[in-house]
C-alpha cells in the first residue's frame, strides 16, 4: 500500500512540474502550505484525503489518471543493484536520493533509499513523520539534530525521532553515501 502512496507523491510533482507551477502556487490554490506540498512530492509525509483531492483538482487530475496499483506481491521484495528510482527533491538539492523500497505491515511502514551526499552539501533542518535510521556506508558527515552536531563516518549507524528537526552537512573532501530508513507508524 505505501508504495501506492510513494507513487502518487511522484506523480502529483509530475504534473505539478509539467503545469509549470510553484509549489506557492499549487498550496495557494488548494489551501494548504508550501512545506506540506513539498513534504507530499518529496514522501516525508502521506496527504489526507481531503488534502489530496484538493491537490488533485488543482492540477486538473482525475483520480482515474492516477497509478494506484502495487508493484509488491509475493513473499519477500528483492531489489537488486541499479534497480532503485533516483528521486529529486527539492528541498534537498545536494542529496541524490535513490528509493529501494516501501513496504507496509501490521500498520507500520518502512522506506528505504541510498543517499549520496555531495562533498560541502548543506541541508538546512527539515522534519518527517517518521524515525530515521542511517547507516554511513562511505565518506563522512555531520548530522544536526536539534541544535546537536552528531559525526557519523563509515560503518557508523544513526537512529533519531525524524519528528526532531534534523539536517546534515559534508565538510569533508569527498562524498558521503547513507543508507537511510524510514520507520513510519
Given at each position: 500500500?505505501?508504495?501506492?502512496?510513494?507513487?502518487?507523491?511522484?506523480?502529483?510533482?509530475?504534473?505539478?512540474?509539467?503545469?509549470?507551477?510553484?509549489?506557492?502556487?499549487?498550496?495557494?490554490?488548494?489551501?494548504?502550505?508550501?512545506?506540506?506540498?513539498?513534504?507530499?512530492?518529496?514522501?516525508?509525509?502521506?496527504?489526507?484525503?481531503?488534502?489530496?483531492?484538493?491537490?488533485?483538482?488543482?492540477?486538473?487530475?482525475?483520480?482515474?489518471?492516477?497509478?494506484?496499483?502495487?508493484?509488491?506481491?509475493?513473499?519477500?521484495?528483492?531489489?537488486?543493484?541499479?534497480?532503485?528510482?533516483?528521486e529529486d527533491r527539492e528541498d534537498s538539492e545536494?542529496?541524490?536520493?535513490?528509493?529501494?523500497?516501501?513496504?507496509?505491515?501490521?500498520?507500520?511502514?518502512?522506506?528505504?533509499?541510498?543517499?549520496?551526499?555531495?562533498?560541502?552539501?548543506?541541508?538546512?533542518?527539515?522534519?518527517?513523520?517518521?524515525?530515521?535510521?542511517?547507516?554511513?556506508?562511505?565518506?563522512?558527515?555531520?548530522?544536526?539534530?536539534?541544535?546537536?552536531?552528531?559525526?557519523?563516518?563509515?560503518?557508523?549507524?544513526?537512529?533519531?525521532?525524524?519528528?526532531?528537526?534534523?539536517?546534515?552537512?559534508?565538510?569533508?573532501?569527498?562524498?558521503?553515501?547513507?543508507?537511510?530508513?524510514?520507520?513510519?507508524?
Amino acid at each position: 500500500m505505501d508504495d501506492i502512496l510513494i507513487n502518487i507523491g511522484r506523480q502529483l510533482k509530475q504534473a505539478r512540474q509539467k503545469k509549470g507551477l510553484t509549489l506557492l502556487q499549487v498550496a495557494k490554490r488548494a489551501g494548504v502550505s508550501a512545506g506540506l506540498i513539498s513534504k507530499i512530492e518529496n514522501l516525508r509525509t502521506t496527504p489526507s484525503l481531503p488534502v489530496l483531492l484538493k491537490i488533485m483538482q488543482t492540477l486538473s487530475i482525475e483520480l482515474s489518471e492516477l497509478e494506484l496499483s502495487s508493484n509488491i506481491s509475493g513473499n519477500y521484495i528483492l531489489v537488486k543493484k541499479g534497480e532503485g528510482t533516483k528521486e529529486d527533491r527539492e528541498d534537498s538539492e545536494e542529496l541524490e536520493y535513490t528509493h529501494l523500497l516501501s513496504s507496509t505491515s501490521s500498520g507500520d511502514s518502512i522506506r528505504a533509499y541510498i543517499i549520496t551526499v555531495v562533498k560541502g552539501a548543506y541541508r538546512k533542518p527539515i522534519s518527517t513523520n517518521a524515525n530515521e535510521l542511517v547507516y554511513v556506508i562511505s565518506g563522512s558527515l555531520t548530522y544536526l539534530i536539534k541544535k546537536e552536531s552528531v559525526f557519523l563516518e563509515q560503518g557508523d549507524l544513526l537512529f533519531f525521532d525524524g519528528t526532531i528537526p534534523h539536517g546534515l552537512s559534508n565538510k569533508s573532501k569527498e562524498q558521503a553515501v547513507l543508507l537511510k530508513i524510514y520507520l513510519l507508524h
